[in-house]
């Protein structure tokens, strides 16, 4: 049996779940907006990449006066990045797809008008901040707090891996016992009727958009803290894992993107120590295409009403 | 089934799109200790020898005859990329270059005026450098060129220049193949990427390390300078534990999993600066303590400050290049330093060090040869330096036709961070024979 398999395992587990936990946390933004519009939001990479900006310039303006960062600051810088989130989806619902929703347009229409949203939000960022990469202020110094065996876990793991849970738990909670959340459920297994049982459709989608943004500005902030750096570009490959994943949890479905984030993290760190670290992301969209090829609806079925 | 198929046909387009990302940059700079890492030897400056300056050269002449009436006018040539994608590899020489005519017809004492005349090969094609080469070649005053800068366009000059007897000297063209020609009338200055690869292994040998991860960019710079690591690893004996090409990304997570398992006691990366540094950050952020070196694409002036201070302390760099910026420069490499600053208001980038030594060349040359000077004396008086002393290195030419007119010192210098600055720890010899 290859090492990876063996001796690597616990190590590459470790490294899985925490890439795979960014993922699921993003991959819950795609999985919201498709549960009620049955429509991918492919500009959801540009929240996220939002998201770190946002946490970025907080951080500094934080420590612009020369203040030692520390772990607290991280949780503040987590306040703006996630409204920053929920900020530009709205904006996305509200000037990408409302009006297309409104002329009844193909979802081709939908697919374009993502495209094209995607590719001006990064590029004004791009004329904004250039294009090098911008480091993050230190926030959370990192020390190994757990040893299993021959596996160091350092504090920003955890950080990241808790912070995922308890905001998905959130989530599900809030989907499933608030109003607002019975209204997303309600419009995602039928609109017309949601509609004409007095559910305000627009104010659903809003609703649905922001949770997603806020989520996915969250993410922004803990992939920068964890590996230091944004630009304008940063959400593009963070963003098309995070559709993998929710593509292989079932999208629509609020756990399967949890859980499809996290196998996908995991299953590209150990299929990349089997394989080579090249072939991480061809191992990723690998699953991707085996997921469409024998189980479309990924591993949880699909849709947010019934489901979630 | 419709919306099935709308996903496998959206997952196909994002698989393409995802395959083929890759991104570069290349820039410099400056003051020393300490080597952080595993390797035994951790201290580099016990492993030197001695630590010298800079190459000194002799001073200048201090008498300025003023000249009487009117002086024949000398012009040399410059071919390269000013304009285009690869213009920050090309401007830095051109500058220095412009920067040492002026410098000799302010002096006045040549038996000529130098004109500079740059031309502009966009983007570096070869389709293009020929009719530039032939518009030289038909200005009976164009004496000698620099340049060109690439492989690529110098390959496609070389028989117009050996046609019409003008010497060209290159500052930064490393393609193997150009000095197999056998063409008399070109020569280069500068090492070449085997150069630099034999130099880091040695390096490594010498520093004590036993496992080496070689890790590169996937460019074609990276990859190439990866590939000549790792057989002259094999070479001096160190035992290479991980071989990687990774493209370009920001989540190196699995990369550091593999250095953690496979626990190298050193690392090269060979790529660019945005890169190498996250590749360390990384690294150093798990507890990876191997030495880190880096190739002469990871020596940029922000290199500490993208890494971190206390992750870049004690890096190495191998680079043949001579850097008058470092802190630690001195001599003539630090005069050259601050005249290029007072002039552009910024500091000589790679190659600006090359093409001065050129410049410098043809001066002396011009003096040479007097007030008649022909492209026959310049080419003379070129194919006959021998252990000229400039600011990069010794210049000496080798006459084997196989090898024709390839610098003998190759100037493969090492540098590293001491105190979040860029130092000059001394040449390749100073190191490992």
């Given at each position: 049996m290859p090492d990876c398999l063996t001796t690597q395992l616990p190590l590459r587990l470790v490294g899985g779940l925490t890439s795979g936990s960014i993922y699921a946390l993003i991959a819950l933004g795609y999985t919201l907006v498709y549960g009620v519009l049955?429509?991918?939001?492919?500009a959801h990479s540009e929240v996220f990449m939002g998201g770190s900006l946002a946490g970025l310039l907080a951080l500094e303006a934080l420590t612009h006066h020369g203040a030692q960062t520390n772990a607290i600051f991280l949780f503040v810088a987590l306040i703006p990045g996630m409204l920053a989130g929920g900020v530009v989806a709205i904006a996305l619902e509200r000037f990408a797809y409302r009006p297309l929703r409104r002329r009844g347009a193909a979802r081709l229409s939908y697919l374009i008008s993502a495209i094209g949203a995607s590719l001006l939000l990064s590029n004004i960022v791009l004329l904004w901040r250039g294009r090098n990469f911008e480091n993050f202020p230190a926030t959370v110094a990192p020390v190994p707090i757990l040893t299993l065996g021959n596996v160091q876990i350092y504090n920003r793991q955890i950080i990241i891996v808790v912070a995922m849970l308890i905001m998905t738990a959130g989530l599900d909670i809030f989907v499933r016992t608030s109003r607002a959340g019975k209204g997303i459920r309600a419009v995602a297994q039928d609109p017309e009727t949601a509609g004409m049982m007095g559910v305000d459709i627009n104010r659903v989608i809003t609703v649905t958009f922001l949770l997603g943004g806020l989520l996915a500005g969250a993410a922004g902030v803990l992939y920068g803290m964890f590996f230091g750096v944004t630009r304008f570009d940063v959400g593009f490959i963070p963003g098309i894992k995070a559709f993998t994943a929710a593509v292989l949890g079932g999208i629509g479905n609020i756990r399967g993107a949890l859980v499809g984030g996290l196998t996908l993290g995991v299953v590209e760190n150990v299929g990349a120590g089997c394989c080579g670290n090249q072939w991480k992301d061809v191992i990723a969209f690998l699953v991707l295409v085996g997921v469409l090829m024998?189980?479309?609806?990924?591993?949880?079925?699909?849709?947010v009403g019934a489901k979630a | 089934m419709a919306r099935r198929k709308l996903f496998a046909a959206l997952a196909a387009v994002m698989a393409l799109a995802l395959i083929g990302s890759a991104c570069s940059k290349k820039t410099e700079t400056t003051t020393p200790k300490a080597v952080k890492?595993?390797?035994?030897?951790?201290n580099i400056l016990h492993v030197a020898a001695g630590l010298p300056g800079a190459p000194v050269h002799a001073a200048a002449a201090f008498s300025s005859l003023r000249a009487q009436g009117s002086k024949p006018t000398v012009s040399i040539g410059f071919i390269g990329d000013?304009?285009?994608?690869?213009s920050s590899l090309v401007v830095p020489g051109r500058d220095a270059a412009k920067l040492a005519f002026e410098q000799a017809n302010a002096k006045g004492d040549a038996p000529v005026t130098f004109k500079f005349i740059e031309l502009d090969n966009k983007e570096a094609k070869e389709t293009t450098a020929p009719a530039l080469a032939q518009r030289l070649i038909n200005?009976?005053?164009?004496?000698a060129v620099i340049?060109?800068?690439?492989?690529g366009e110098t390959e496609a000059v070389q028989p117009l220049f050996a046609k019409a007897g003008i010497v060209h000297v290159t500052q930064?063209?490393?393609?193997?193949?150009?000095?197999?020609?056998?063409?008399?009338?070109f020569f280069r200055s500068v090492g070449g990427d085997s150069d630099q690869g034999a130099a880091a292994a040695k390096l490594m040998k010498a520093l004590g390390c036993t496992k080496a991860a070689i890790i590169d960019d996937k460019s074609p710079y990276g990859n190439g300078l990866g590939a000549i690591i790792n057989t002259e690893a094999a070479k001096v004996g160190l035992t290479v534990v991980d071989r990687e090409s990774i493209a370009p990304?920001?989540?190196?997570t699995s990369l550091v999993d593999t250095l953690v398992t496979k626990k190298p006691d050193v690392v090269f990366y060979s790529g660019y600066v945005p890169q190498a540094t996250k590749v360390l950050k990384q690294m150093r952020e798990r507890g990876v303590t191997a030495t880190f070196i880096g190739g002469d694409g990871d020596k940029g002036a922000n290199f500490a400050k993208d890494a971190g201070a206390a992750n870049a302390e004690g890096v190495v760099f191998t680079c043949p290049c001579l850097d008058?910026?470092?802190?630690?420069a001195a001599g003539d490499a630090k005069q050259f330093a601050s005249d290029f600053v007072a002039k552009y208001n910024k500091k000589p980038d790679i190659y600006a060090a090359e093409a001065w030594d050129i410049a410098q060349m043809y001066i002396d040359g011009a003096k040479q040869c007097g007030?008649?000077?022909?492209r026959a004396c310049m080419l003379d008086f070129i194919t006959k330096i021998d252990g000229r002393k400039g600011l990069t290195k010794t210049f000496s030419w080798t006459t084997d036709p196989k090898v024709l007119?390839?610098?003998?010192?190759?100037?493969?210098n090492i540098y590293g961070i001491k105190n979040g600055e860029i130092v000059l720890f001394g040449p390749i010899q100073k190191f490992a024979s």
């Open positions: 049955q429509l991918i939001n492919f024998f189980r479309p609806t990924g591993l949880f079925g699909e849709g | 890492g595993a390797c035994t030897k951790t000013i304009s285009g994608s690869n200005d009976k005053t164009v004496m340049g060109p800068a690439f492989s930064s063209a490393t393609r193997v193949s150009l000095t197999t020609h056998g063409f008399k009338t990304t920001v989540d190196y008058p910026n470092v802190a630690n007030a008649g000077v022909t007119h390839e610098v003998v010192d190759k100037g493969v």
